[in-house]
């Protein structure tokens, strides 16, 4: 059973381009979210996804939006990046119940570099 | 404000030794609670949560963690810490009902020494 998976692990932009990471979630789950890991600091919340819609929003910008496919998986796209949106990505999947109950299975991120 | 709190960034312990990590929490009612570990250019795994009931939780890997409502507290523990417990440890909370977003405190950093 394979669990979540993201591509790509590691990728190198510059100051203004656009990004698209990908998630895999874990078999059986139908939600995901995406949480921001900045070095030395703990997961922030982007955002979550359910039935292909955005469910939840923490607070960033308009430049991080998102997608979710019939299949589950979802995008999370990055607009006119900024150095300090370097950092390590993550991605994380559960099941209804699972995020009421804030159970995630995290994949194991994309570290992104802005140069 | 809610918030989540991991006072020590750093840990240093010698291998067989005991492990408590710290967390406080700040919410208006007793959220759901979990201990999530990282290790190097990993993802995050949950190390075990705490919904209601006993208040003592047991995970995985050995850890356990206490709940103390009057204290705001849900500790990590465990009795003898062995090497490849080297990593990161994440205290996050969630309010209890509802779709809610899981907030996660800033990460206490284990080494562990011979």
């Known amino acids: 059973d394979a669990g979540v998976t993201q591509s790509p692990t590691h990728l190198i932009k510059t100051r203004g381009q656009q990004v698209t990471l990908r998630c895999s979630p874990k078999?059986?789950?139908?939600?995901v979210s995406w949480y921001q890991q900045a070095l030395g600091q703990g997961p922030q919340f982007i955002f979550q996804?359910?039935?292909?819609?955005?469910?939840q929003r923490g607070n960033f910008p308009d430049r991080f939006s998102g997608h979710q496919f019939p299949n589950y998986s979802s995008e999370l796209n990055v607009n006119a990046l900024l150095l300090g949106d370097s950092a390590l990505y993550l991605c994380?999947?559960?099941?209804?119940?699972?995020?009421?109950?804030?159970?995630?299975?995290f994949g194991e991120g994309s570290r992104l570099t802005v140069l | 404000a809610q918030s989540v709190t991991q006072p020590d960034i750093h840990i240093t312990v010698s291998e067989g030794a005991s492990l408590e990590l710290r967390c406080n929490y700040s919410?208006?009612?007793?959220?759901?609670l979990f201990w999530y570990v990282q290790s190097p250019g990993q993802g995050l795994q949950l190390l075990l949560k705490y919904f209601s009931g006993d208040t003592l939780v047991q995970g995985i890997k050995g850890f356990e963690a206490e709940f103390k409502r009057s204290q705001s507290s849900f500790n990590l523990r465990k009795p003898s810490v062995h090497w490849s417990d080297a990593a990161e440890y994440f205290c996050?909370?969630?309010?209890?009902?509802?779709?809610?977003?899981?907030?996660f405190g800033t990460g206490t950093k284990l080494q562990v020494i011979p």
């Open positions: 996050a909370v969630v309010p209890s009902g509802g779709y809610q977003k899981v907030t």
């Open positions: 996804y359910y039935e292909e819609e955005e469910r």
């Open positions: 078999s059986g789950h139908d939600t």
């Open positions: 919410y208006g009612a007793t959220p759901y």
């Open positions: 994380a999947s559960s099941t209804t119940s699972g995020v009421n109950t804030g159970e995630l299975f």
